[in-house]
């Protein structure tokens, strides 16, 4: 069936470093959006991307949307104690969402 | 958050019962959703709706029903038909047009606990 990856399913950084999740689907997606989910909380939206190849930047947060439409990822430069939770990718094909599996984000101060 | 509301936030129920959850919003928008969420994984899409009256099984039905009599409300019926009901449930929406494409907007969740 329709599946969405991301790796990896969990990652523990130092405050400071640098994060990075990739997701990636079996099948060609017309866009992907990223959400983030802190802890005991609910998703909330982040990102959309549309075009192969589109990067956008949201301050710390570069999120990249491969040539293929099949992979996207999300990178945080330095992070900070407030990045702790999980990030989703979901990719749109025709009217559903298909949910990556999440990237538990802890941050050590 | 965001205009949509879930009741309540912790609902306990035995096995064998059905049981109702509530999803409103006053954002206006066409598009609805029920996603399940189990601990550590990925939100798993049950049922979507597009418009009034008419909706649409997601990737996980069996043992869900729902309706949209409504475009404020998409009420969420967990039937004894469901093997593993314990879990968090979440509803969204989505702005009108676009055919899925605009963001979604989550309410705060029901967690759901059956024995």
């Known amino acids: 069936g329709q599946q969405v990856m991301q790796i990896p399913q969990y990652q523990h950084v130092q405050e400071g470093e640098d994060f990075t999740t990739y997701c990636n689907s079996s099948?060609?997606?017309?866009?992907i959006q990223w959400y983030k989910q802190r802890p005991g909380g609910h998703p909330v939206f982040l990102i959309q991307?549309?075009?192969?190849?589109e990067v956008k930047k949201q301050k710390r947060l570069t999120f990249q949307f491969g040539e293929a439409k099949k992979n996207s990822s999300l990178h945080i430069t330095a992070t900070q104690t407030t990045d702790v939770g999980t990030y989703f990718c979901?990719?749109?094909?025709?009217?559903?969402?298909?949910f990556g599996t999440g990237t538990r984000l802890k941050v050590l101060a | 958050d965001g205009g949509i509301t879930q009741s309540p936030k912790y609902l306990f129920r035995k096995e064998g019962q059905n049981v109702t959850l509530s999803c409103e919003q006053n954002?206006?928008?066409?598009?609805m959703y029920w996603y399940r969420q189990d601990p550590g994984q990925g939100l798993r899409l049950i049922y979507y709706?597009?418009?009034?009256?008419?909706?649409q099984k997601g990737d996980i039905a069996e043992g869900y029903s729902v309706s949209r009599e409504k475009k404020e409300s998409f009420p969420l019926t967990v039937t004894s038909a469901q093997k593993n009901p314990t879990a968090f449930y979440l509803c969204?929406?989505?702005?009108?047009?676009?055919?899925?494409?605009?963001?979604?907007?989550f309410g705060p969740g029901t967690r759901l606990t059956v024995t």
């Open positions: 099948t060609t997606l017309s866009n």
């Open positions: 979901a990719g749109l094909r025709t009217y559903k969402y298909i």
């Open positions: 954002l206006n928008h066409d598009a």
């Open positions: 969204a929406s989505s702005p009108p047009g676009g055919r899925g494409r605009y963001e979604q907007y």
């Open positions: 991307l549309v075009k192969s190849g």
């Open positions: 709706s597009q418009i009034v009256n008419d909706f």
